[in-house]
């Protein structure tokens, strides 16, 4: 396999293709790196980003595993403790409930019960999200769920430049990192900016800038909201958007500094919104920048019921454009 | 005992002696439970001392081990050092988890004891990545993982056993099957009672053997790790078992009858191992004298030990939720 399934000659390539080669390039940097997961090798990845990878590192490396989250999970953490630096792949985060338990009570437990002893350096990804009318056992956004949980970080790449290199910052780092991937985002196209070659994964990040008003948010609500914020600023309102990128631990510094700029603030969230990550963010604004608030704190969440299967209901659950946009112009002139 | 392999002096009594260590410092345990010393849950290994004990007698030093919440006798068995296991107990800074895992969860990295796990089943899996690593790496070395019968009832059992065996990973499993989990009794929890039949379902090489003698166990881990090393796979050992204590220290033992614990003692691993010695004269008085009072010396230094230890700073709470970096 090369590189240029994207269009020749430029930077230019899918999300699918940035988290292909972020995958490709761990397994030719590192030879304790290993891809396990269900059809990860012979089928090329569900959504088809390991696709080739089996042809060109082999079945020691691109291991297609049994339908069996727990074992899998749990031996990709058990590989991390003994020495290796797995790439678990569960298809989707819908599944990643029958593996709660390894990744709950071992990989974000161990390394702080053993005293110190055991570090878990394992990345685990996962598509998540809904949009695609695969109906409620498909269209889990879990990855809020999973930013409760001492121990791990949470990761959401919500552009190409993410999809492409924090699988890189993600190895790299000793403790269990949990990168989902939007179902949705793996066919758009972008340009990678060829002077990046890696990311941080502890910052949020302003795509847009603005004054008038914060939309903080992460994975497939991103390019919602910056479609959000362009039509507000035929408006003559200048959004901010943050993209929060790392969901655990939060980026406190870049959000409450945008916050307090604009001070006026919509977290946009495709989780459900009761005990989502948009109400933590929510009540650490509250904590700490309230009194630089000029309008009350805003929310676009899913609605709170399983994700139903036909498209106007579907489009209906999830966040769309015309309410971040609503939810923001509600915003201007409080004051 | 039934089966009577060529065993040593030494090594018959080295078996008898590891026994003791673990039965009467799960005495003492129980005694520093009832005064408060140790608090949590506490479950005690009374009665299938000779598993760990046989088992560990075949492992080496690139082994790893995955154990249970009811992992005293794994980790004495292993070689962890008594003191900072009753200083985990304690609670205290000087324990084999810095005090924060307690009675269920010893770990020893320089002993490649990878935790005492207290999800039934939650450990299966870490021994087949374990494996993995061993085998990447062609360390040579296996993952022994010990877990309960009732572990049989868990998907996390079952997706292990086939993938160990699908890819002829070097786990050696262990069941110590003590006829309860908790207080169910086998024969309500399972539609085929005889453990080790699952692993042949998963065409996993496996045997069953009695738990309540350390030689048996011994002889048939020995068949087992060598089958292992040969790279034939994962294999199964069923070690038919019996814990002559309550669950834990909050067990009422409504589940079974005194007679049936009297039956099983009469079992008991360590008299029985005593007697043989006796018998076939390969222990003196004084020699047994000797042991007794090194047991006791280890336990009153174990003690002291965590007598003397400290407690964490709480400055420290947080400390390794997230790691600085992965230990070479």
């Known amino acids: 396999m090369n590189e240029q399934t994207g269009t020749p000659g430029t930077n230019r390539m899918t999300y699918r293709e940035a988290c292909r080669q972020a995958i490709r390039h761990a397994l030719i940097d590192d030879s304790r790196t290993f891809l396990m997961g269900e059809d990860v090798g012979l089928y090329g990845g569900c959504y088809a980003v390991s696709k080739g990878l089996l042809q060109e590192f082999g079945p020691g490396r691109i291991r297609d595993t049994p339908l069996a ?13 003994a020495g290796m630096r797995p790439i678990v792949e569960i298809m989707t985060c819908n599944f990643s409930l029958l593996a709660l338990d390894q990744i709950m009570n071992n990989a974000a437990t161990i390394p702080h019960m053993s005293g110190g002893q055991f570090a878990v350096p394992l990345v685990i990804r996962m598509a998540t999200g809904g949009g695609r009318q695969l109906a409620a056992q498909h269209s889990h956004s879990l990855e809020g769920w999973f930013a409760h949980i001492p121990g791990l970080k949470v990761l959401v790449p919500g552009t190409i430049e993410d999809a492409r290199f924090m699988l890189k910052a993600a190895l790299a780092d000793p403790n269990p990192v949990l990168i989902f991937e939007h179902i949705v985002l793996y066919n758009e196209e972008g340009e990678l900016d060829p002077e990046v070659e890696e990311v941080d994964i502890a910052k949020a990040r302003v795509r847009r800038p603005g004054s008038d008003v914060s939309i903080l948010t992460y994975g497939n609500s991103l390019p919602k909201s910056l479609e959000a914020a362009e039509e507000l600023a035929k ?6 958007v943050v993209d929060l990128r790392v969901l655990r631990p939060l980026d406190n510094a870049t959000i409450f500094d945008s916050v307090s700029r604009t001070r006026r603030c919509v977290i946009v969230d495709e989780g459900w919104k009761s005990g989502s990550i948009s109400a933590e963010i929510a009540a650490r604004l509250a904590e700490d920048v309230f009194f630089e608030l000029d309008a009350p704190i805003r929310r676009v969440c899913s609605r709170e019921v399983p994700v139903p299967y036909a498209a106007h209901m579907e489009e209906a659950a999830l966040p769309q454009v015309g309410q971040i946009v609503e939810a923001a112009r509600g915003l201007v002139g409080a004051r | 005992m039934s089966d009577k392999p060529h065993l040593g002096r030494e090594h018959g009594q080295h078996l008898y002696r590891q026994m003791l260590r673990i039965r009467h410092f799960e005495a003492k ?13 506490l ?6 001392e000779a598993v760990a004990v046989g088992i560990m007698e075949t492992l080496e030093d690139r082994d790893s081990v995955v154990a249970t919440y009811r992992d005293h006798g794994h980790a004495l068995a292993r070689g962890l050092p008594m003191g900072p296991l009753m200083a985990e107990m304690y609670g205290k800074v000087e324990g084999c988890a810095r005090g924060r895992g307690g009675s269920m969860h010893f770990f020893d990295r320089e002993r490649r004891f990878f935790g005492g796990n207290a999800i039934v089943g939650g450990g299966l899996p870490l021994a087949l990545g374990i494996a993995m690593a061993d085998k990447e790496f062609e360390t040579g070395g296996l993952a022994a993982c010990f ?3 009732g572990a049989a009832g868990e998907g996390e059992f079952h997706e292990s056993m086939n993938l160990a065996q699908l890819w002829e990973l070097p786990v050696l499993f262990v069941c110590e099957n003590n006829l309860y989990a908790m207080g169910m009794p086998l024969e309500l929890a399972e539609a085929e009672t005889e453990i080790s039949r699952k692993a042949a379902a998963y065409r996993m090489a496996g045997e069953a053997v009695d738990g309540m003698n350390p030689v048996a166990v011994e002889s048939a881990a020995r068949r087992a790790v060598e089958a292992i090393r040969a790279g034939n796979g994962p294999y199964f050992l069923e070690c038919r078992t019996y814990r002559f204590r309550p669950h834990s220290m909050f067990d009422a033992q409504l589940y079974r009858t005194r007679d049936e614990i009297e039956v099983w003692k009469e079992r008991d691993p360590i008299p029985r191992t005593l007697a043989w010695l006796q018998e076939n004269a390969m222990i ?3 020699e047994l004298a000797a042991i007794e009072a090194e047991v006791e010396a280890e336990i009153e230094d174990a003690v002291a030990f965590a007598e003397n230890g400290t407690w964490e700073d709480v400055a420290d709470l947080e400390k390794f939720v997230l790691m600085d970096e992965v230990q070479a």
């Open chain 2, 29 to 41: 345990c129980a005694e520093l439970y009832q005064a408060q010393k140790i608090r949590g849950f």
């Open chain 2, 284 to 286: 003196t008085p004084d």
């Open chain 2, 43 to 48: 479950h005690l290994y009374d009665g299938e």
């Open chain 2, 147 to 149: 877990f309960g019968e």
């Open chain 1, 235 to 240: 408006e003559g309102m200048e959004a901010e």
């Open chain 1, 69 to 81: 989250e727990a074992a899998f999970v749990g031996a990709g953490i058990g590989a991390a403790m």
